[in-house]
């Protein structure tokens, strides 16, 4: 079982930069794959970016390539999403979700087997 809890989010306008953590519960944090997801007002839940369990592997959603960067600190079970540059339409509620497989950096929600509650980030224009 593992235990995810985002901070981090906040009002901001649009060109500024963010940092989101998630934390996790559990010593096998080092073993899982994680990924950030974000779902917007009357939106599906879309994939943001994702890191292999290692960090040598992640993958990025193209709206936020070369702006957005995923991370993770396995010592302090903590994956980050640091977040530059933003847009009005990176407005969302943004999830952090674990995968039990630790080489995966999967773009599909339907995989994952842990989920947060969520951070809200606001960008006004």
């Known amino acids: 079982q593992v235990q995810l809890l985002e901070s981090g989010g906040g009002f901001l306008q649009a060109g500024g930069s963010l940092r989101l953590s998630c934390a996790a519960s559990?010593?096998?944090?080092?073993?899982?794959?994680m990924g950030w997801f974000r779902q917007a007002p009357g939106k599906e839940r879309e994939f943001v970016a994702a890191?292999?369990?290692?960090?040598?592997?992640?993958n990025y959603a193209d709206s936020v390539k070369g702006r957005f960067t995923i991370s993770r600190n396995n010592a302090r079970n903590t994956v980050y999403l640091q977040m530059n540059s933003l847009k009005p339409e990176d407005t969302a509620v943004y999830y952090c979700?674990?995968?039990?497989?630790?080489?995966?950096?999967?773009?599909?929600?339907?995989?994952?087997?842990?989920w947060g509650l969520g951070t809200q980030v606001t960008v006004s224009s």
């Open positions: 979700a674990a995968h039990r497989i630790g080489a995966m950096a999967s773009m599909n929600p339907n995989e994952y087997d842990y």
């Open positions: 559990g010593r096998t944090f080092s073993s899982y794959s």
């Open positions: 890191i292999s369990a290692s960090g040598r592997r992640t």
